[in-house]
């Protein structure tokens, strides 16, 4: 299994950006897809991003697609989400996430291990 390690999160105000990062452990980072989900409070954890082994391939969720961007280095065991034009429903736990696959991840049930989050919030 990959150790997941996140971190950028922070506050923001609305129209701010932020890049989260997530830093994998193991020598096999290449055979990973990667992802991104966040959790608001109250609500179930949801998809944000998707980026394939390569890199060469994204998908985004509807709510996020022109505004943020996935992507990875594999020699530096690293993918980012870079987020710009936050808004305050963009306010949630944000969690990387990898798939023993090098497909893109379609739901969480793909998912084989998780980071341990990190906060965003974006103030009005």
């Known amino acids: 299994q990959v150790q997941l390690v996140e971190s950028g999160g922070g506050l923001v105000q609305a129209g701010g950006s932020l890049r989260l990062s997530c830093a994998a452990s193991?020598?096999?980072?290449?055979?990973?897809?990667m992802g991104w989900f966040r959790q608001a409070p109250g609500k179930e954890r949801e998809f944000v991003a998707t980026?394939?082994?390569?890199?060469?391939?994204?998908y985004y969720a509807d709510s996020v697609k022109g505004r943020f961007t996935i992507s990875r280095d594999n020699a530096k065991n690293t993918v980012w989400l870079q987020m710009n034009s936050l808004k305050p429903e963009d306010t949630a736990v944000y969690y990387c996430a990898a798939r023993i696959n090098k497909a893109m991840i379609a739901t969480m049930s793909d998912v084989g291990s998780w980071g341990q989050g990190t906060q965003v919030t974006v103030s009005s």
């Open positions: 193991g020598r096999t980072f290449s055979s990973y897809a």
């Open positions: 980026i394939n082994w390569s890199g060469s391939n994204t």
